[in-house]
């Protein structure tokens, strides 16, 4: 069993958050907002991982704007402790930052990596999963994740096409050899996926030890591994300009593309922890509260004759006369209206503002 006190969490906190436009903008993305309760959804990603993580062991990752937001968010955790990138490019070039930060503590440290902006609604089972990852990543050579069971043929997310037979199995919980990582599908693929019963969808959460995912570099990502080398020397040499020469260099790549899809030694454990990317405002529809014709309002609200709205104003009265499957989000510069359905279309928004110069609603 993997010791409490080897385990790192790294919390991925960048990212835009496009889809929760104009609520989410480039200095607050939804990572920053209180979008499934009370605290911000990187308060709730700390605070779910604390019963097993101490603060001293929680890192972030982010730009230097974010990173200044996040001081203030996370109090607790120690300023060196986030981490900023010096320039955006993708995951595989924050987590091999991040990994070589704990690299440098203990080679053999294990490290957690979770998005900022997932919801988690079983913590108990969340934590029973994460201590049996843990337990995994200490005792073999593999690079773990963690794979929803699909309810239905998703094109939004990559899938884990896993073994079934053969489950080595680590603190009562079975991990499955991954056969492939696949990236987002056709609708006629996806629905093979699904029928097939042979495939997970991708969480984007990882566990490794620090000296595991050095080696899988080497092997399997040999592009990547001179700038593993590069950043360990940045880092212990404690010098800015050397780490920042290293990401103006780097490729800028996903961790799935850039390592998992090409590695030997994956392990997939199912996330049976009531697990949601809140990818999209039509994903707040099932997590918020809803009246008996499924409407869901934030605001003052009178609701006449309406089905499956979800719809933000918060304080000023809203009055929904005859919609249905529409989400509504009104801001004090923005006013969004669409089909519930066409919802991810709102990245496209921010394509057509880019191109008209309207910076200011970005």
């Not at 593999?142 to 896993?162: K, Q, V």
């Given at each position: 069993m993997t010791k409490k006190s080897d385990i790192h969490a790294v919390i991925m906190a960048g990212g835009s958050g496009t889809r929760f436009w104009p609520l989410s903008r480039r200095r607050t993305p939804k990572q920053f907002l209180p979008m499934v309760s009370d605290r911000t959804m990187v308060e709730e990603t700390a605070r779910r991982i604390r019963p097993l993580v101490p603060n001293e062991r929680i890192y972030t990752i982010a730009n230097g704007a974010q990173t200044r937001i996040l001081r203030r968010l996370l109090p607790g955790v120690p300023a060196r402790n986030l981490l900023a990138e010096p320039k955006g490019k993708n995951t595989a070039p924050s987590l091999i930052l991040a990994t070589a930060w704990v690299y440098l503590k203990n080679q053999e440290g294990v490290v957690v990596v979770l998005p900022s902006d997932h919801l988690i609604t079983d913590n108990a089972a969340f934590l029973k999963k994460i201590?049996?990852?843990?337990?995994?990543?200490?005792?073999?050579?593999?690079?773990?994740?963690?794979?929803?069971?699909?309810?239905?043929?998703?094109?939004?997310?990559?899938?884990?096409?896993?073994?079934?037979g053969g489950a080595r199995m680590y603190a009562g919980e079975p991990f499955f050899g991954v056969k492939a990582f696949k990236e987002k599908p056709s609708q006629e693929i996806a629905r093979s996926f699904f029928r097939s019963g042979d495939y997970f969808w991708n969480s984007g959460m990882f566990i490794w030890r620090a000296s595991v995912f050095a080696r899988k570099m080497e092997r399997f990502a040999p592009d990547f591994f001179p700038y593993w080398r590069r950043m360990l020397e940045a880092l212990k040499a404690g010098s800015r300009a050397r780490l920042a020469a290293v990401f103006e260099d780097i490729p800028a790549l996903s961790i799935d593309y850039a390592l998992m899809e090409k590695a030997g030694g994956v392990l997939v454990s199912e996330g049976n922890f009531g697990w949601s990317d809140v990818g999209a405002w039509s994903a707040l529809a099932e997590i918020w509260a809803r009246d008996g014709a499924g409407n869901a309002v934030k605001g003052d609200s009178v609701v006449l004759d309406s089905r499956n709205v979800l719809c933000y104003n918060p304080g000023k009265l809203t009055v929904l006369v005859g919609l249905q499957d529409l989400v509504i989000v009104d801001t004090k510069d923005a006013l969004l209206v669409c089909r519930m359905d066409l919802d991810q279309k709102v990245k496209e928004v921010l394509e057509i503002l880019k191109k008209k110069g309207k910076k200011e609603y970005l």
């Open positions: 201590e049996a990852a843990a337990a995994a990543a200490r005792g073999e050579d593999a690079l773990i994740t963690f794979g929803i069971p699909p309810t239905f043929p998703s094109t939004g997310f990559g899938y884990i096409h896993y073994r079934k």
